[in-house]
């Protein structure tokens, strides 16, 4: 085997495969960077057993200037062997497999050989039909992505709630996370499909996926198994495993009614969340408190710890009905939810004080939905 190729080229597959390989699996072989090279191109493969990535660069590319003089395949060691490319002192390089599995790379003066392994001892990459298959418009899944996944538990007590729940249902695709403490829900309308799913997806996979749906990405294609998802982004294959088991029935935790509701600017009020949060940061609860007076027309945000101080400050909104209420609530997960809802305008809705309380763009708020459970400090 022996190919030559432009490295920033090679850097940039090898950094979208790289996000599939960890240093601490179990299985030996899968610290390694799998290369595969033909007449067609160079294939890049990294896995971690949950998330696999395979990457193609095509020779016909003339971005990458790939040659290949001899096909074969190899296993390097992923991490040494990127740094090792990262530092080469020239825009291109040569890797030449000899005798023995050694890798020799050479770029101008310098000369590294590493030993490699087997590319017989990797494990096969499931092969997934295109028998239920769809198209997504990549910006959109992007946001999706966003918008869900900062629900997730990181908690491995409860398996099924690290994951995002996606149901796509008579041209209608829902994403749904929680972590029992608060929801995030987004639905988008899909034309023309009708092809019916019903999955749970790692969020740690989602996560690593929507960083490689940069701004040149178009369009992304999901093809579902058993137990297994692959997305295809142009020359790209991002496989993940499925976790099993039944997720939650979340349509119940969503309330249909609210009896106070409180139209902000979503970054006015992450920025009054923020202020508060300096102090309740301090204090042993981290809750903040917001009380609604309805006939003054006020509502204030209130931070406090014992040790160092208080914080009260009114807050702007665009719009108050309903009838007062004293709710108290984590502000980490007050940031998060707002962060979610970027530079919009919002609804919050709450129904009790000690009831989950609701978060929807007031543009759209039939489309994306967040649910924050109040915190009980009495």
Known sequence: MKFSINRSSFLKTFGDVSRAISS??????????????????LTLTGSDADISIEAMIPEDSEDNTLTVEEPGAIILPARFFGEIVKRLPEDNMTVAIGENLQATITSGA??????????ATYPQLPEISSDRSLKLNADIFHQIIGQTVIAVSTQESRPILTGVHISIQNGTLVAVATDSHRLAQRSIDLEGVN????????????????????????EVELRIADNQVLFTIGQTAFYSRLLDGNYPDTTRLIPTTSNT???????????????????????????????????????????????IGNVEEQLSFNKLEGDDLEISFNPDYMKVA??????????VAFTAPLRPFTLVPSEDKEHYIQLITPVRTF
């Open 195 to 218: 092809t019916d799913a019903d999955f749970i997806i790692p969020g740690r996979s989602l996560t690593e996926l929507g960083r490689m749906l940069t701004d040149d990405v178009a």
């Open 24 to 41: 601490k699996t179990t299985i030996p072989v899968l610290t390694g960077l799998k290369m595969v090279a033909t007449t067609a191109g």
């Open 338 to 347: 707002l962060q979610g809802l970027g530079q919009s305008t919002i609804e």
């Open 261 to 307: 509701r409180i139209e902000f600017s979503a970054p006015a009020l992450l920025a009054a969340i923020n202020r508060a949060s300096l102090l309740s940061h301090e204090g042993r609860n981290n809750v903040v408190r917001l009380n609604i007076e309805v006939g003054a027309g006020r509502a204030t945000l209130f931070g406090n710890s014992p040790e």
């Open 110 to 119: 310098s000369e590294f050989t590493i030993n490699g392994l087997d590319a």
